[in-house]
């Protein structure tokens, strides 16, 4: 009776963890392991931890924790940003974790499974503070952000609607590396201002209290979602299940509360649901 009944309990644990598992394509079976293009810059999302040089961060966690749920382990292959999709497409590995934003425009190659939320931030250093104090103040000064996101588009359309509108000078965009390179230009008052994240630019904050500020509320809504190939359905919905079976046993819930990233978890974890 009690080896009937711990034959039960183990089958319960099986069904509940590793549904996610049995449904993942042969290839990822026979190898496995799942290989993730990530890009580590940005923390707390993906970046090298200083003393160690090992990958941490929310992307990080989240990406192993996933890879185990479905039996097998992560690779990680760090890919320039630009070409994560061409990889994704040509089998050079099977899922995108660094933070991508689900758009349009990637739905021609990518599926994507929402799994965060974001915003576009504008912020300044305390230096500036006392002249930009509002988004509007950026009207005719120089905002720097990383060329390779959607940040320098969407600045553009908001200074046409809320500074060219009014009569007010465009703001000057100023494409950078990354966001690092935003910040250090912004540091030595080459940009009057930048924009970035606002998880990350909440997290700089917390490392070095009083140097940057805030400006506005953030001016963009999007959903951040773990890329898969269009044709790789199996894999995409077996992410999901994974993702939910996460948040049922309070694992993705302690992830995001390690990096003080609550405000921004997903409310659910749809497909293509991004704005």
Known sequence: ???????AAAA??????????????DRIKQAGKVVIATNPNYAPIIYKDPKTSQLTGLDYDLGEA??????????????????????????RVDLIMAFMADRADRREVADFVGYMRSGAQFYTVKQLADKIKKP?????K??????????????????????????????????????VDARTQLRTLRLDGAVQGVEAIVYEQ???????????????LVTAGVGVAKKDTQLRDAVQA??????????????VKKYALEPYAAPEFAINKGN
Not at 12 to 25: E, K, M, R, S, V
Not at 67 to 90: C, D, H, I, R, Y
Not at 136 to 140: P, R
Request: charge should be neutral.
């Open 1 to 7: 009776m009690k080896l009937a009944t711990l034959a």
């Open 12 to 25: 319960a644990i099986l069904i509940a963890g590793g549904a996610a598992a049995q449904t993942l394509p």
């Open 66 to 91: 996933i890879a185990k749920e479905l039996g097998v382990k992560a690779e990680w292959s760090e890919t320039a940003f630009a070409q994560m999709l061409p990889s994704l497409q040509t089998g």
């Open 136 to 140: 509007d103040d950026f009207c005719g």
């Open 142 to 179: 120089k905002v720097g952000t990383s060329r390779t996101t959607t940040w320098p588009k969407q600045i553009e359309d908001w200074s046409k609607e809320n500074c060219v509108a009014k009569g007010k000078p465009p703001i000057e965009v100023v494409g950078t590396e990354g966001s």
């Open 206 to 220: 917390s490392l070095d209290p009083g140097l940057y500020v805030l400006v506005g509320e953030p001016f963009t």
């Open 242 to 255: 994974a993702l939910e079976s996460l948040r049922k046993k309070g694992i993705y819930q302690q992830i």
